[in-house]
């Protein structure tokens, strides 16, 4: 299974954009999990290396990094998130089209 390049997401129930600015490698998982008969344990022969996540300032640092060690990777872009500014003062305008009720 090949790593994955992303960038995470926002939090949907937050409104701040922290821990998204950075790209993720991470990889994926190549052998199947199994359960331990003694200890009934979840695990599998790529446990160690299937959990590491590596954090990069840019797109092109992770993508070199992933080149230089052989790494095959798979970019998943991201949207470009939309804001519209709102403003209070907006809902006591003069020029309002909706009536202003309280």
């Known amino acids: 299974m090949p790593a994955r390049i992303y960038k995470q997401a926002k939090p949907a129930g937050q409104s701040g954009l922290a821990g998204t600015k950075e790209w993720i490698l991470e990889y994926g998982q190549s052998a199947p999990r199994l359960?331990?008969?003694l200890m009934r344990w979840n695990g599998s022969a790529?446990?160690?290396?299937?959990?590491i996540r590596?954090?990069?300032?840019?797109c092109e640092e992770a993508?070199?990094?992933a080149e230089r060690h052989g790494i095959h990777a798979e970019i998943e872009k991201t949207a470009q998130r939309i804001r519209s500014p709102?403003?209070?003062a907006d809902n006591f305008a003069?020029?309002?089209?909706?009536?202003?009720?309280h």
């Open 46 to 51: 790529d446990d160690t290396i299937s959990q």
């Open 94 to 101: 003069y020029n309002r089209v909706e009536n202003w009720t």
């Open 35 to 37: 359960r331990s008969r």
């Open 63 to 65: 993508v070199a990094y």
């Open 86 to 88: 709102k403003i209070y």
């Open 54 to 58: 590596l954090y990069f300032v840019s």
